[in-house]
């Protein structure tokens, strides 16, 4: 694969993707029942075992530009070097043919992955009269620690700040799994390996849990009697879910000494002449892309890997499997005709979620120049300076811990029409709602260190619960707060037998008749965030305005002329606008109209003030070169004032965990289809089926300025396909 980044327009880049994955699942299960009186003993016992073999992700080799090789020098940022506004183009350096750096990669090899699962159960369903029947059981479950079959997986020891090996480096060179400048740079770099006897770690860097025991109780009670009338169900228990081994896999395959990129740098500090950044911005260029930068990247250098360009990602040894609690309550109740109304209610506590704890997560401009009263430093560990874990070798360094918990309530209500005279259909709400921290992977909820935040912004006792519910116990957007689905099939009454045409011949019967349509669909709501990237009315420099939002929904349709076409529209919520869309002082131009008068937003950029304004042909340029933005001045130890953005650490801003509930959106399907018996087993059914039946479009959910645009559809257009089945 190879990639060039870093132009105005889009990257160029021509990929042979190289992934592969393979899996053998084996299951071994044996249930006995046995009846005893009043009692059914239940038995059981479970043996899995899980192979994945797993080629993991490529990286692709790259060529990067930017604007240094045709920019200029700006004097005010003194020895880092850093370029003049408004000039120097990405685009003027890849004709030049002036990459700021190359890199190319050491693909990480093939995985081999077992996990095995060991179970037995025992129950005892009791029926104490005609109406009451208990439930109750254990199960106990053994989860040996998952395990890379060639040990080709990292742990880490985090006080001695190194990375533990399955192996030792030697077999790793041996065997092909790393090379000798690998090892020789990241050394250099001050990276230590260690064993896992060395670390404390176990043999396969993973412990196993063979003591997990799984209690669970229900009762069922029949108010009038056995198969009569209402019934009142509930029940506790404990269950088990081992973490995914992709989970695993997926974030530790990037780690070094596994898979690594050599780099050579015109802009990082490690690789220039001088030690400081930015030597592309100094000096000619000498190596022009395409005609001599064919051996350019020294991979047998000591210099050829820098600073933060490598990664670290390791399971806690004793990660426990993740744990749920549910209970579970049910009142069902009979109806005419053939008929059941059931409510219900469940409530879920899960903890020992996977959760990554991004330990050297790099703290904000902001942040540092607080904490130290200095600006951000230039030269060989530019790159890493602002990490707090480790400032020296390593980039990111995330450890998969047990730290994740959740809870969700869901109320549900379900009327079941059972099939009968040609009819049966289902409808059902669910009013929900759910608090998650943790166990879906990378994709959210990431835990970040004490040491991220400006000096009164450490969240508790700074200890790593207090971050974790300061930064990530919010609602879970995986689901939306109700829903409602329907379901049902009815026979068309055409046909012998039938309503219409009943007296039919038997031809006219076989191409008129027996035609049933079945359909199903939802209508329901998700969870929307709102943004949080300003920070007025919230900061000690006192700029900007912040109060409460207003959800209007349909209130006030808009016209949005910002991008050059004119988008319809309505103002959902409050959420921020330029001022200078709304009535440009140069012109009267209201660019987005139909915003109310009495608008204002949730909150506004901490720099509201234009300043002394200029207008050239009806262009609007504020006096004020901060306008509109949220940076700060920070006064640094030597005197010198700082203009940094704001951010004085994750998830501080008052709205970052604020959600809304979407639109409704709805959408059905349906299916007209038909049996034709041909002889005893044989049939042949024909379907015409109907994706989004109504063709309902559907508007999506608003934007992060409050403003629900109708331009582009929710939903996908309906679709019709037709198809023939013949089984035998």
């Keep these: 694969m190879r990639s060039i980044r870093g132009?105005?327009?889009?990257?160029?880049?021509?990929?042979?993707?190289?992934?592969?994955?393979?899996?053998?699942?084996?299951?071994?299960?044996?249930?006995?029942?046995?009846?005893?009186?009043?009692?059914?003993?239940?038995?059981?016992?479970?043996?899995?075992?899980?192979?994945?073999?797993?080629?993991?992700?490529?990286?692709?080799?790259?060529?990067?530009?930017?604007?240094?090789?045709?920019?200029?020098?700006?004097?005010?940022?003194?020895?880092?070097?850093?370029?003049?506004?408004?000039?120097?183009?990405?685009?003027?350096?890849?004709?030049?043919?002036?990459?700021?750096?190359?890199?190319?990669?050491?693909?990480?090899?093939?995985?081999?992955?077992?996990?095995?699962?060991?179970?037995?159960?025992?129950?005892?369903?009791?029926?104490?009269?005609?109406?009451?029947?208990?439930?109750?059981?254990?199960?106990?479950?053994?989860?040996?620690?998952?395990?890379?079959?060639?040990?080709?997986?990292?742990?880490?020891?985090?006080?001695?700040?190194?990375?533990?090996?399955?192996?030792?480096?030697?077999?790793?060179?041996?065997?092909?799994?790393?090379?000798?400048?690998?090892?020789?740079?990241?050394?250099?770099?001050?990276?230590?390996?260690?064993?896992?006897?060395?670390?404390?770690?176990?043999?396969?860097?993973?412990?196993?849990?063979?003591?997990?025991?799984?209690?669970?109780?229900?009762?069922?009670?029949?108010?009038?009697?056995?198969?009569?009338?209402?019934?009142?169900?509930?029940?506790?228990?404990?269950?088990?879910?081992?973490?995914?081994?992709?989970?695993?896999?997926?974030?530790?395959?990037?780690?070094?000494?596994?898979?690594?990129?050599?780099?050579?740098?015109?802009?990082?500090?490690?690789?220039?002449?001088d030690g400081l950044n930015n030597y592309q911005l100094r000096s000619p260029v000498t190596v022009v892309a395409g005609s001599n930068s064919s051996n350019v990247v020294n991979t047998a250098g000591t210099t050829a890997i820098i600073p933060g360009a490598f990664s670290e990602a390791f399971v806690n040894p004793n990660m426990p499997p993740n744990m749920m609690w549910e209970t579970n309550a049910t009142i069902e109740q009979p109806l005419k005709p053939d008929s059941v109304l059931r409510l219900s209610y469940v409530y879920d506590y899960s903890d020992n979620l996977d959760q990554e704890y991004e330990l050297n997560n790099a703290m904000s401009s902001y942040a540092w120049e607080a904490k130290t009263g200095t600006t951000a430093p230039g030269g060989t560990y530019s790159g890493v300076a602002l990490r707090p874990f480790d400032s020296h070798a390593y980039g990111t360094v995330n450890e998969i811990n047990p730290s994740g918990w959740s809870t969700y309530n869901a109320f549900t209500a379900n009327y079941q029409r059972l099939y009968k005279r040609g009819l049966s259909y289902q409808l059902s709400y669910v009013k929900r709602k759910g608090f998650r921290v943790g166990g879906n992977w990378t994709r959210d909820t990431n835990l970040y260190p004490a040491g991220d935040y400006a000096p009164g912004f450490v969240p508790g006792d700074g200890s790593l619960h207090a971050l974790n519910r300061a930064q990530n116990y919010a609602i879970n957007s995986e689901f939306g707060p109700q829903s409602i689905t329907f379901n049902g099939i009815v026979d068309i009454p055409i046909g012998r037998g039938k309503k219409f045409l009943t007296h039919s011949s038997r031809l006219l019967d076989e191409l008129i008749g027996g035609y049933q349509v079945a359909w199903n669909g939802s209508v329901w709501q998700n969870w929307m965030s709102v943004s949080s990237s300003n920070w007025g009315g919230d900061n000690p420099y006192g700029g900007g305005s912040m109060g409460k939002i207003q959800v209007y929904k349909h209130k006030y349709p808009v016209t949005d002329c910002s991008s050059g076409n004119c988008l319809k529209g309505y103002l959902w919520y409050n959420g921020f606008i330029s001022p200078v869309l709304l009535n440009n002082p140069c012109t009267g131009a209201h660019t987005i109209s139909g915003v109310p008068a009495s608008y204002q937003a949730y909150q506004t950029p901490i720099n509201m003030d234009p300043g002394a304004y200029t207008c050239t042909n009806g262009t609007f340029k504020a006096g004020n070169a901060q306008y509109l933005n949220n940076n700060v001045p920070v006064t640094l130890a030597n005197g010198q004032v700082s203009e940094v953005g704001y951010s004085p650490g994750p998830s501080t801003n008052p709205f970052s965990r604020t959600f809304l509930p979407t639109p409704w959106f709805w959408s059905a399907d349906a299916s007209l289809f038909k049996v034709f018996p041909i002889h005893d087993q044989i049939n042949f059914r024909i379907n015409v089926d109907a994706f989004n039946v109504f063709n309902v479009q559907g508007n999506n959910a608003p934007n992060s300025n409050g403003i629900q645009y109708l331009n582009v559809s929710h939903n996908t257009p309906r679709q019709i396909q037709l198809s023939a089945r013949l089984t035998f």
């Design 7 to 273: 132009r105005a327009g889009n990257s160029l880049s021509a990929t042979q993707r190289q992934w592969g994955s393979g899996e053998v699942i084996l299951s071994v299960n044996e249930d006995l029942t046995k009846t005893m009186g009043r009692h059914q003993i239940m038995l059981g016992g479970r043996v899995g075992y899980e192979q994945v073999a797993v080629l993991p992700d490529r990286s692709a080799d790259t060529e990067s530009f930017n604007n240094y090789a045709t920019g200029l020098y700006d004097p005010t940022t003194t020895t880092n070097y850093g370029v003049k506004t408004d000039t120097g183009l990405a685009d003027a350096d890849l004709f030049l043919g002036a990459a700021s750096g190359y890199s190319v990669h050491l693909q990480p090899g093939t995985e081999r992955w077992r996990a095995e699962q060991y179970a037995l159960y025992l129950q005892d369903d009791i029926h104490l009269n005609n109406k009451l029947t208990i439930n109750a059981g254990l199960r106990w479950e053994a989860l040996p620690a998952p395990i890379e079959m060639n040990n080709l997986v990292n742990g880490f020891d985090l006080a001695n700040k190194a990375v533990v090996t399955g192996k030792p480096v030697s077999q790793l060179l041996s065997e092909g799994r790393t090379t000798q400048g690998i090892i020789t740079n990241l050394q250099n770099l001050g990276v230590t390996f260690e064993s896992t006897s060395q670390a404390n770690y176990p043999s396969h860097i993973m412990n196993g849990d063979y003591h997990i025991f799984e209690p669970r109780v229900g009762a069922a009670y029949s108010v009038f009697g056995s198969g009569r009338g209402t019934v009142l169900r509930g029940g506790v228990g404990r269950y088990t879910f081992p973490i995914p081994i992709r989970s695993i896999y997926a974030s530790t395959a990037g780690d070094a000494p596994y898979a690594l990129g050599y780099t050579q740098s015109y802009t990082a500090g490690s690789q220039s002449p």
